[in-house]
């Protein structure tokens, strides 16, 4: 069973469930979470009909690919969720490289990218404790196109989306890059606020030197990137002015 291959690659006590197809990995498994799941729990889907992106926005989710949701119970503030997804980010970009031999690259804040195009991307969901305002759980969701699907991507994001390989060549890598992607990331959630991993987040930006746009309050800005603080923020220069921007208020586009 892919449960049990899955959970044997581990070097965490997990339970993995696995679904060939599923409205959403992160929906269901907040159900659970809401029920007091432990942490640790993995829900694993090949495709999803409903996925779900950052901003409200829909994720495609084709066949093939590796849909990934793991359960978290940080005793942190909302403030967390962030970190999350930079050491999640990191985390897929490693996993893919080392199972692939192939170069991946972040562009900020939660998206991955082969070959200049998004070949992944992060949504982190939580629920707070009113009592204390931290986080009673967080869902740390992944979803990574593995195979190109047989009918190509959709007409609006074929030319910005791509997948680890062209077509299904036989390589059953979901397994091992399922995997591969919890236990780094999970060593970096050990000691997450000690930011281990912010180094190779920065590293890998794409977006730094470049021209890129974003909207804010209903305006259009445009800047240049200078980089990327220690806080996770992205950096601007917007006509002289230095401006770092939080990754829970806006979208950026290169321009």
Do not use: C
């Not at 694993?44 to 849909?67: D, M, P, V």
């Not at 959709?154 to 919890?182: C, F, Q, R, V």
């Amino acid at each position: 069973m892919l449960e049990k291959e899955i959970e044997s690659l581990l070097n965490y006590n997990s339970e993995v469930i696995v679904f060939d197809s599923i409205d959403s990995t992160n929906t269901y498994l907040k159900g659970l979470a809401a029920d007091g799941q432990k942490e640790g729990t993995v829900v694993i889907a090949k495709s999803q009909t409903n996925g779900r992106g950052r901003l409200g926005r829909s994720f495609h989710s084709a066949e093939n690919g590796l849909y990934l949701s793991l359960l978290l119970r940080p005793d942190k503030s909302a403030e967390a969720s962030l970190l999350i997804t930079v050491a999640a980010s990191v985390a897929v970009a490693l996993a893919i490289e080392k199972v692939t031999g192939k170069h991946t690259e972040i562009k900020w804040v939660n998206d991955i990218y082969l070959n200049s195009k998004k070949v992944s991307g992060i949504l982190t969901e939580g629920a707070i404790n009113p009592e204390n305002a931290k986080l009673s759980y967080a869902v740390l969701g992944v979803g990574v196109n593995i195979f190109t699907p047989k009918d190509d991507f959709p007409e609006e994001i074929k030319n910005i989306a791509t997948a680890i390989y062209e077509s299904d060549n036989g390589k059953n890598i979901l397994p091992t890059l399922a995997a591969e992607i919890i236990n780094i990331f999970m060593d970096f959630y050990k000691n997450l606020e000690q930011k281990e991993y912010l180094s190779e987040y920065k590293k890998r930006s794409i977006l730094i030197g470049k021209e890129v746009s974003y909207v804010l309050d209903g305006t259009i800005y445009t800047g240049k990137v200078l980089g990327i603080d220690d806080d996770a923020r992205l950096l601007l220069d917007i006509k002289g002015e230095r401006v770092a921007l939080n990754a829970g208020e806006v979208s950026v586009r290169l321009i």
